[in-house]
């Protein structure tokens, strides 16, 4: 599904939260290939057209094995498979009642990069990995290494925040 930002602000264009509800009253997990081992569900933001006022795809589903192939159609939405790219991300963790959690966790995101200039998003690919129905670590892919601002954010930023670096497999 293609969206923006602009578009996720007002309730009446809204349609991430409508995704996953299909997602859910259709038991989407349950009949995807190649499930991953973990069980977790994730939220990948892709192909964004330039920054965060541009258009970006939105793919809800569960980690797949590396290589599973992704024919066929589950609920009429057809199957596709997001790959997540190599590189470093700053990961924000937090807990509390969906959807008000995740609304809450992406503003303090966009708070952080306001505050931090020094650290630019990729806009490559993002992720929310839910752990639990009131968990999710949101995944945000930035440029370079991000060592030279996690000590001064970590202590002043909510939710919490550290890095992690995904390599191709």
Not at 51 to 78: I, R, S, Y
Request: charged share 20%.
């Amino acid at each position: 599904m293609r969206t923006r930002n602009s578009d996720e602000n007002d309730p009446a264009t809204a349609r991430i939260g409508a995704l996953w509800d299909r997602f859910f009253s259709h038991s989407w997990e349950r009949h995807l290939p190649a499930a991953g081992h973990d069980g977790r569900l994730f939220g990948v933001y892709s192909a964004y057209e330039s920054d965060a006022h541009g258009a970006f795809d939105v793919t809800v589903g569960v980690a797949t094995d590396p290589g599973a192939g992704a024919a066929g159609d589950v609920g009429g939405e057809k199957i596709r498979i997001t790959p997540v790219l190599a590189g470093t991300y700053l990961v924000f963790t937090s807990a509390g009642p969906m959807p008000q959690m995740v609304i809450d966790t992406w503003g303090a995101i966009w708070a952080y990069f306001a505050r931090n200039p020094q650290v630019q998003r990729r806009f490559g690919t993002d992720f929310e990995a839910y752990s639990g129905p009131d968990q999710v670590a949101i995944h945000i892919g930035i440029v370079g290494d991000a060592s030279c601002c996690m000590q001064q954010s970590a202590a002043t930023t909510e939710p919490p925040v550290h890095s992690r670096q995904l390599m191709q497999k």
